[in-house]
């Protein structure tokens, strides 16, 4: 036997026996649970490949693996409970791949032993670079001369009681020179005030562009102690840069772009700065003119978790895709104070101070607009202009909007439309003129009292509206001929359900009405969809003491929720007649006392939940048998 795939299967561990396996070429045992490797897998001289990926609880590798001279692939996770490598990895001079390499104090464990790997190629990261002492025994890795390996990490521990040598660490990476044909480097948790000067600075950029001249992603994260970023603007292959947790830099000056050509970051089409605490300024690339661009390439920006961040440069010709989280707004009107380009994605969250969408960002090309949780947010604009290609609109956390633009006309392409958690008392006038819509969600608006004629809606496939406390009537439906998914639920006002013909709804959320009500509203709406309904969830208040009789007709239920009926005391007999359903779920129904008899006749049901139903759950807590048989006569039951 040659190959081996036992890749999926539920084993825990293999059989010494495997070592007789003496002609076996590849062994792949990906996507199991076992711990650990027989020691006689040191048996197996000829194995060339060996793929242990997504073994979550694999604790090392065989100790004697240095014997299997012929390895040439190891397959494994970082994310595995590896701590360390076996000794002497260096003896495996054939060995191509190896995803990672834990850097150890000992001998035999120690970054040395990458020194004799020089066939490996693709992806390494090296772990615990803390462990290695100076910048000589850094060196040993020899990293220049493998010059198959296009992605290369550099990691140091994240734990927090580690004690950070800044000037050790320099020195380190300054030892870990990579070879020039490198597409992706990461360096991550590195400690020292300053990067290497084998990276880009504006002294030396020259010769270090040659060194980068294929890379195409950097990825600096959780430097905390670097002040500055390093010059990267001359790379000519650089496509995506990411700058994480950089908590000490201050200023993105102009040594951030370089000096040494006519065109900065030239191949960038995405860039993210993240978590960079103290960094209040951004500034521009000096001299940008006609002739000298920026930028030229960039699609997607992102910047979050900047909460100072006042000034940034707005040169971005072809962005099209705009993220910002918590910066000033100040920050945000900088980047788009001079906009020519397409944009078709703008996400803006947590915006101290925004007021007003900048119009700007509210361009004909624009797809999808999120605003989130800017809480001085008071209007989106004052005049809004035709957005003909709006597809998506989404307004959440922004408790000081009160009203939208008209957008009667502004918007004919919009399908999603979700607000929630905001001041508005009416939802846009216009929004019948929107004929594409196919989502509309309204969740968590405390002032909101009506909605408009939803008739015309033809496209509308998904309606939610919920938690809106002054709510008091929705309008009919009529024959909303795309609707598949109706939610409309914890409206502690509304008393009556909307009228309609709706031939093709599959899920229902109906509940959490007005607590003088004695039953539940009519069901009217619901008439010509009991045979296509398939998922069910009522919700019920305090003065509700049964299931309201009308939902026995959804026989092609497949999952039915019950929440929140806190007098009810048992469940109807003709539960039995849901044949189809698989899923039942209780929840918060506390006088609920037994279950009923009819479960039995449930042969499709696999999953029953019971939660925070407290009668019921003395009764199992007590061992009551006759409970226990009602839910062992369920045939196919597997889940409780």
């Known amino acids: 036997m ?28 990906s996507r199991t649970e076992i711990k650990a490797l027989p020691k006689s897998i040191n048996k197996l001289y000829h194995l060339q490949t060996l793929r242990l990926q997504r073994c979550r609880s694999l604790e090392g590798l065989p100790e004697d693996l240095k014997k299997l001279l012929n390895l040439r692939h190891i397959y494994v996770d970082s994310s595995s409970c590896i701590q360390q490598l076996p000794k002497d990895m260096g003896e495996l001079k054939f060995l191509q ?19 004799r790997l020089n066939q490996l190629s693709g992806k390494l990261d090296i772990m615990n670079l803390e462990n290695v002492e100076d910048q000589e025994e850094a060196k040993s890795a020899n990293l220049e001369e493998m010059t198959k390996m296009n992605q290369l990490g550099f990691h140091w521990s994240d734990n927090s009681e580690r004690e950070v040598n800044r000037h050790k660490e320099e020195k ?10 490198l597409k992706s480097l990461t360096i991550n948790g590195f400690g020292g005030k300053k990067f290497p000067s084998w990276m880009l600075s504006s002294h030396n950029a020259r010769r270090a562009l040659s060194l980068f001249k294929n890379l195409i992603k950097i990825n600096l994260n959780q430097c905390k102690n670097c002040e ?64 000298r661009k920026v930028f030229p390439c960039l699609e997607k920006l992102i910047i979050e978790e900047c909460p100072q961040l006042k000034i940034a440069p707005c040169h971005f010709p072809s962005l099209q ?70 597809e998506e609109l989404e307004v959440r956390g ?113 509940g959490g009405y007005c607590e003088t009500l004695d039953a539940f509203p009519c069901l009217n709406t619901t008439q010509q969809c009991h045979r296509t309904l398939e998922v069910l969830e009522l919700i019920g208040w305090a003065r509700l003491d049964s299931l309201p009789n009308k939902i026995q007709r959804f026989t092609s239920l497949t999952t039915l929720k019950i929440r929140a009926f806190d007098n009810i005391k048992a469940l109807p007999k003709w539960l039995g007649n849901f044949s189809s359903l698989q899923e039942l779920y209780l929840h918060r129904c506390n006088k609920l006392e037994y279950l009923p008899t009819a479960l039995k006749s449930l042969t499709k049901l696999e999953k029953l939940k019971i939660r925070k139903c407290s ?18 006569q369920i045939p196919n039951i597997k889940t409780i």
């Open 2 to 29: 040659r190959v081996l795939r036992l890749s999926g299967y539920s084993i825990t561990e293999l059989s010494d026996s495997i070592g007789c396996l003496i002609h076996l070429r590849l062994l792949h045992i």
């Open 97 to 115: 791949t190896l995803p990672f390499f834990i850097v150890g104090q000992d001998k035999g464990h120690t970054i040395k032993e990458l020194g």
């Open 172 to 181: 380190v990476l300054e030892g870990l020179y990579p070879h020039q044909n």
């Open 228 to 291: 500055k970023v390093p010059t990267l603007g001359h790379l000519p292959c650089l496509k995506t840069l990411e700058i994480v947790g950089m908590n000490n830099v201050k200023c993105i000056g102009v040594e951030f772009y370089g000096k040494y050509s006519e065109v900065l970051f030239p191949a960038l089409t995405r860039l993210t700065f993240s978590h960079l605490c103290k960094l209040v300024e951004w500034k521009d690339a000096p001299k940008v003119t006609s002739a």
């Open 321 to 390: 895709k705009l993220k910002v989280s918590r910066i000033c707004n100040t920050g945000l009107i900088g980047i788009c104070s001079e906009r020519t380009t397409p944009l078709t994605s703008v996400h803006i969250s947590e915006v101290s101070n925004l007021d007003l969408v900048p119009e700007q960002l509210l361009c004909t090309s624009l797809q999808s607009l999120k605003i989130i949780n800017c809480g001085k947010l008071s209007f989106i604009s004052h005049d809004l202009q035709p957005l003909d290609s709006l």
């Open 398 to 510: 922004c408790l000081k909007l009160e009203r939208f633009p008209r957008i009667k006309g502004i918007a004919p392409l919009l399908q999603c439309l979700r607000i929630s958690e905001c001041g508005v008392k009416v939802l846009p006038s216009g929004l019948e003129s929107c004929k594409s819509l196919s989502l509309l969600k309204i969740s968590d608006c405390p002032n909101l009292k009506s909605l408009p004629n939803l008739q015309g809606f033809r496209s509308l496939a998904t309606l939610e509206i919920s938690d809106c406390p002054e709510l008091k009537s929705i309008p009919d439906l009529g024959e909303l001929c795309s609707l598949t998914v109706l939610k409309i639920f914890d409206c502690s006002k509304l008393k009556c359900l909307p009228k309609g013909l709706l031939k093709c709804l599959k899920t229902l959320v109906i």
């Open 615 to 632: 009668k019921l759950e003395e009764i199992y807590e007590d061992e009551i048998v006759e409970e226990f048989f009602k839910i062992d």
